[in-house]
């Protein structure tokens, strides 16, 4: 199974993510996850290391129902603090690639007020898998 990502010329280039996505197979739906360890507690105050935390805990998922990484078509990333996740982007990114490799699917970005258990970052995803 394939995921095809869809980037029309006609639309800004994408920096990190791509403008849609297609493909074949069961849909799996990732419950939003964040920074914590198996106890259910914050792995650290840090941003780049919660992030690093719950896209691991994705991938996690994915891989539990049977799929990859590249099986994601959709994530949506919640933050308190998207200046802080902007001047982190780098490290970010080093983090996402880690679990993700260079697999860019639509991706969602949104400020809120806050997060369950103070955390800094969640992140839930769709995938198709096999």
Known sequence: MATTLINPPD?????????????SGRLLFVAGQTGTDQGGRLVSDDLVA????????????????GGRPEDIVKINLLVVDQGEYRARGEQIGAAYRQHMGRHFPPMTLAEVKGLWDGA??????????P
């Open 11 to 23: 639309l800004a280039p994408p920096r990190g993510f791509s403008h849609g996505a297609t493909g």
């Open 120 to 129: 800094k970052v969640e992140i839930e995803a769709v995938a198709l898998v």
């Open 50 to 65: 919660q992030f690093d935390r719950a896209i691991s805990g994705v991938a996690r998922v994915v891989e539990a129902a």
